[in-house]
């Protein structure tokens, strides 16, 4: 069996284009555009980077964005009182706090000073707590796990039902991921460092979701026949023979994975691009509730 590719750019442009013209309807109907206002604290040289491509998606989609930068010695309170200013900006509609802020900062304290309305990241506690519970409804949902769902449902995988693992227990994605699932009435399971017998875990997957940091972990012979399989994985590995003189895998063996599951995302090219329409399409709604109070 060779697995059939998930193509994140393809789906992702997909709703770029339709972002890129919500945003043309709402500016000709005389509004002012969305606008994202992110906040990067330090010089982390890949948060540097998924910042920048954030903005440069924002111009293309029209929406207005507000990039500040401020010093790994900022303090606690610098960054809050920037997230107030924001909250209180009626050019911003979402405000974006790059993670992982710097060592000693309380990311939660951070997060929670954000405005809910604003909250296009999904991550205020708020927001979090309420994807926890049965019934509940937060305004956004994180931007990478919403993108993982994207990219199944798009792709025809059933989830209703499914046995659906998840390796990692991040805030960012693993344990977001794992509530969405449960949303789509998925059996899930969490898997993390302490787990026994992972590799037997993760052969039981429908859909295996793998988020954990570790380039190639996931082997062929881990995976379920026929099963989809999301790398939400970016790893640099050394290569002499890259220009950059390191290329980027995921958390799953590619080559090995495409010999046995059914669906696969690749690395570059699957989680990473539904990340940023994820935002924009967030950043619109948001501006879209904005306006109609
Ligand atoms: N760091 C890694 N992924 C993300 C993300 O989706 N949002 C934010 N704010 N920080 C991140």
Same mark, same amino acid.
């Given at each position: ?195 026994? /017998?992972?590799? +037997? &875990?993760?052969?039981?997957?429908? =859909?295996?979701?793998? #988020? ?5 972990? %996931?082997? !062929? ?17 050394? /290569?002499?023979? +890259? &220009?950059?003189?390191?290329?980027? =895998?995921?958390?799953? #063996? ?5 010999? %046995?599951? !059914? ?31």
């Amino acid at each position: 069996m060779t697995a059939k590719k998930i193509d994140g750019r393809a789906i992702a442009k997909d709703i770029r284009e339709a972002v890129k013209a919500d945003v043309a309807a709402m500016v000709a109907e005389g509004y002012n555009p969305p606008g994202l206002a992110t906040v990067l604290v330090g010089e982390d040289p890949a948060s540097q980077v998924y910042v920048r491509m954030k903005h440069k998606a924002c111009e293309e989609a029209g929406i207005k964005s507000f990039q500040h930068k401020l010093p790994a010695t900022s303090t606690q309170e610098e960054v809050e009182i920037l997230v107030k200013e924001l909250n209180a900006d009626p050019e911003v509609h979402g405000i974006l706090v790059q993670l992982p802020l710097p060592d000693g900062m309380d990311d939660e304290q951070v997060l929670n000073a954000i405005s809910i309305e604003k909250d296009v990241d999904g991550f205020h506690p708020l927001n979090i707590g309420r994807l926890a519970q049965k019934g509940r409804e937060p305004r956004f949902v994180p931007c990478t796990p919403n993108g993982c769902i994207h990219l199944l449902k798009t792709s025809g995988i059933e989830l209703e039902g499914a046995n659906a693992v998840v390796l990692g227990r991040s805030n960012i994605v693993g344990m977001p991921v794992a509530l969405l699932l449960v949303e789509e009435n998925a059996t899930v399971t969490i898997c993390h460092s302490r787990t026994r /017998d992972l590799e +037997a &875990k993760c052969r039981e997957a429908d =859909v295996l979701i793998a #988020a954990v940091g570790r380039p190639e972990m %996931v082997r !062929g012979d881990w995976i379920k026949p026929g099963a989809a399989v999301i790398d939400v994985g970016v790893n640099r590995v050394d /290569d002499e023979t +890259a &220009k950059r003189g390191y290329r980027l =895998v995921g958390d799953v #063996a590619y080559e090995e994975a495409q010999q %046995v599951a !059914g669906h696969l995302t690749p690395v570059p090219g699957g989680v990473g691009p539904m990340t940023i329409a994820m935002l924009l399409r967030n950043t619109v709604r948001s501006a879209k509730v904005a306006y109609s109070e």
